[in-house]
């Protein structure tokens, strides 16, 4: 027997994911080829766990030192999650440069709290958005 719950929260991450593909992430990448850079979101680059292929996410990152925080908004749903499980290489753009790194999944991280960090603005947005929250941590490898 199916949860109501589960139906309601796969019924959002479809929404969701229809939005961040044909209207959002469309945006991102164009103001991106433009020059046009935002504190709010920045490029994550993975490896398509099907295809061997370079994929290119927009993405809101706390950066550190050693690394960046990112949230999965759909955890493993999201392809960019899945892609990591199968190849934690990525690269994540840090203002006009690449990085390389190592992302790890960390879902004994507070998704709750890590959100706090990103700003009150990218924090809603994550609420709003999400179905499956997760933590990533991304350490530089560079």
């Known amino acids: 027997m199916t949860n109501i719950n589960d139906d309601k929260t796969l019924r959002k991450f479809r929404r969701e994911r229809a939005f961040g ?12 080829k433009l020059g ?4 709010m979101a920045t490029e994550l680059e993975t490896i398509g766990r ?10 809101s990152a706390q950066f550190d030192e050693a690394g960046a925080w990112i949230i ?3 955890g493993t749903r999201s392809g960019w999650g899945r892609n990591i ?3 934690p290489n990525i690269r994540v753009r840090h203002g006009n440069q690449w990085r390389t790194g190592l ?18 603005v990218a924090a809603s947005v994550v609420k709003a958005l999400e179905t ?5 941590r ?5």
């Open 21 to 32: 593909r044909y209207v959002l992430n469309p945006v991102v990448k164009g103001l991106g």
């Open 132 to 136: 499956t929250p997760v933590s990533v």
């Open 36 to 39: 046009v850079r935002t504190a």
């Open 72 to 74: 999965s908004q759909h």
């Open 50 to 59: 099907k295809t061997g292929q370079a994929r290119r996410v927009p993405v």
């Open 138 to 142: 991304i350490d530089f490898t560079d």
């Open 85 to 87: 499980i199968v190849n």
């Open 103 to 120: 992302a790890t999944l960390r879902p004994d991280d507070d998704v709750v709290a890590r959100g706090r960090k990103f700003g009150r």
